[in-house]
T-cell receptor, first 115, second 108 residues
Framework: ETGVTQSPTHLIKTRGQQVTLRCSSQ?????VSWYQQALGQGPQFIFQ???????GRGNFPPRFSGLQFPNYSSELNVNALELDDSALYLC??????????????FGPGTRLLVL | GEDVEQSLFLSVREGDSSVINCTYT??????LYWYKQEPGAGLQLLTY?????DMKQDQRLTVLLNKKDKHLSLRIADTQTGDSAIYFC????????FGKGNQVVVIP
């Protein structure tokens, strides 16, 4: 059984650019959640995808968008990058049911630096 | 404001017990979680407790839940140098809400 993987591991962008981060969920999981973790803070929920549909969203602007594919892998897209978007982006997968009340398993994260 | 509150720093000698505390707000959470984060790494699920339980023991880990005060604690027995990390408690089942974390430093 493979765990949650994310790519790339590190990324440097400049303000105004766009970025796409990728996540492969754990085998058998159909739900992917994305979190942003700023330095020294706990992770903040961005959104969740269940069977290719958005299934809840946190307090993030529309320039944060996502996709989930039929194989349950997922992308997080951020447009018009701002300096404050610099953070560790974590993907977590869960599954086996409705997408609710299932333990989430995290990937290693993608560290994004916006200059 | 923060949904989940944690104190920030704890140092403990190797072999001693360490206790990390957390308060939460959402009484509808079915489970409450403890995650561990080592430097430069993602979050590792340590343990969780079902909201109708008061205590859960898992090897060196003991979780205590006080629903009345919305207080959660994690006790690590026989703390080892590999336990040095940041520990997060989290509530809510669908969209986890985390505290700022407790940094635990184990002194050999």
């Amino acid at each position: 059984e493979t765990g949650v993987t994310q790519s790339p591991t590190h990324l440097i962008k400049t303000r105004g650019q766009q970025v796409t981060l990728r996540c492969s969920s754990q085998s058998g999981h159909n739900t992917v959640s994305w979190y942003q973790q700023a330095l020294g803070q706990g992770p903040q929920f961005i959104f969740q995808y269940y069977r290719e549909e958005e299934n809840g969203r946190g307090n993030f602007p529309p320039r944060f968008s996502g996709l989930q594919f039929p194989n349950y892998s997922s992308e997080l897209n951020v447009n018009a990058l701002e300096l404050d978007d610099s953070a560790l982006y974590l993907c977590a997968s869960s599954g086996g049911g409705s997408g609710k009340q299932e333990t989430q398993y995290f990937g290693p994260g993608t560290r994004l630096l916006v200059l | 404001g923060e949904d989940v509150e944690q104190s920030l720093f704890l140092s403990v000698r190797e072999g001693d017990s360490s206790v990390i505390n957390c308060t939460y707000t959402d009484s509808s959470s079915t489970y409450l979680y403890w995650y561990k984060q080592e430097p430069g790494a993602g979050l590792q699920l340590l343990t969780y407790i079902f909201s109708n339980m008061d205590m859960k023991q898992d090897q060196r880990l003991t979780v205590l839940l006080n629903k009345k005060d919305k207080h959660l604690s994690l006790r690590i027995a026989d703390t080892q140098t590999g336990d040095s990390a940041i520990y997060f408690c989290a509530e809510r089942d669908n969209r986890l809400a985390f505290g700022k974390g407790n940094q635990v430093v184990v002194i050999p």
